[in-house]
């Protein structure tokens, strides 16, 4: 049973450029969220997609955009790139919206702007 | 600011003694709560859940206590083993379950000693 796959797992890019991470959720999961963790810090909700829409998003700003596949795989999208976009990037992926179960984190992709 | 925040950094036990790591939350709202550990590396794995309408909930040598009168949530790790070094983080939202964004704290360090 395949858990929350993420590519690449470390990813180099330049400042003003533009980055897309990809996800696979686990096994019989529908819902995905994306999450940004900051080097010793907890990671912080980007956005959640659903039946292929954004459903709930955190403070980030639009330069952060995603997409979810019919087959609920997902990619999340940042343009502009920033010193600050620097981080461990989490995918997380569920069943449903309405029913209580647990997220399913990947091991995420490492995003190093320079 | 942050909802959910831990109230150690680092937390150092000796192999086999019992580990018991603290998490504040000041969101009153909040009715779901998880911990997660998360090993150098890797993406935060689910170790256990309440909800508020639970005060204590046990797992495979894991235990979680709620107090919403203080507004504070433990997790507990009975004989603590080598495997059980990473950074613990607790986190919360209002929603029941994984569907909506979670609120992370900053997470608790725990070391092992020998």
């Known amino acids: 049973d395949a858990g929350v796959t993420q590519s690449p797992t470390h990813l180099i890019k330049t400042r003003g450029q533009q980055v897309t991470l990809r996800c696979s959720p686990k096994s019989g999961h529908d819902t995905v969220s994306w999450y940004q963790q900051a080097l010793g810090q907890g990671p912080q909700f980007i956005f959640q997609y659903y039946e292929e829409e954004e459903r709930q998003r955190g403070n980030f700003p639009d330069r952060f955009s995603g997409h979810q596949f019919p087959n609920y795989s997902s990619e999340l999208n940042v343009n502009a790139l920033l010193l600050g976009d620097s981080a461990l990037y989490l995918c997380?992926?569920?069943?449903?919206?309405?029913?209580?179960?647990?997220?399913?984190f990947g091991n995420g992709t490492r995003l190093t702007v320079t | 600011g942050e909802s959910v925040g831990l109230h150690l950094p680092t937390l150092s036990v000796q192999e086999g003694d019992n580990s018991i790591i603290n998490c504040a939350y000041s969101n009153s709202a909040s009715d779901y709560f998880i911990w997660y550990k998360q090993e150098s590396g890797k993406g935060p794995q689910f170790i256990i859940d309440?909800?508020?309408?639970?005060d204590k909930r046990q797992g495979q040598r894991v235990t979680v206590l709620l107090n919403k009168t203080v507004k504070h949530l433990s997790l507990q790790i009975a004989a603590t083993q080598p495997g059980d070094s990473a950074v613990y983080f607790c986190a919360e939202n209002m929603s029941g379950g994984g569907a909506d964004g979670l609120t992370f704290g900053k997470g608790t360090h725990l070391i092992i000693q020998p």
């Open positions: 309440i909800r508020s309408n639970m």
């Open positions: 997380a992926s569920t069943w449903g919206v309405d029913y209580n179960s647990p997220l399913h």
